[in-house]
């Protein structure tokens, strides 16, 4: 089992910045893509972003394109969301995943509140 344990969720005002974590353990997750989604009130959940961890390569939501990135550090076992020029519709609780051949895990989430 891979647990996920995801931190850096606060208020801020639109146009800040956060940073977001997701530290693994339990296993290794160099086999795994990892990734970001939220869920915002009243929403389904969506998909905000995804870094396959051998490869390196990265894959976002449209949405986010050009304010959010997605990196890893292979030392810490974690993976960052950085998010910019943040506005009031991101606001949502933010999942981690960890995904490898149909097996799914997911933190507890961390909360992102933007205000206007």
């Known amino acids: 089992q891979v647990q996920l344990v995801e931190s850096g969720g606060a208020l801020v005002q639109a146009g800040g910045s956060l940073r977001l974590s997701c530290k693994a353990s339990?296993?290794?997750?160099?086999?795994?893509?990892m990734g970001w989604f939220r869920r915002a009130p009243g929403k389904e959940r969506e998909f905000v972003a995804a870094i396959i961890w051998s490869a390196g390569n990265t894959y976002s939501a449209d949405f986010v394109k050009g304010r959010f990135t997605i990196s890893r550090d292979n030392a810490k076992s974690t993976v960052h969301l950085q998010m910019n020029s943040l506005k009031p519709e991101d606001t949502a609780v933010y999942y981690c995943?960890?995904?490898?051949?149909?097996?799914?895990?997911w933190g507890q989430g961390t909360q992102v509140t933007v205000s206007s």
């Open positions: 995943n960890a995904a490898w051949l149909g097996v799914q895990y």
């Open positions: 339990g296993r290794p997750v160099s086999s795994y893509t």
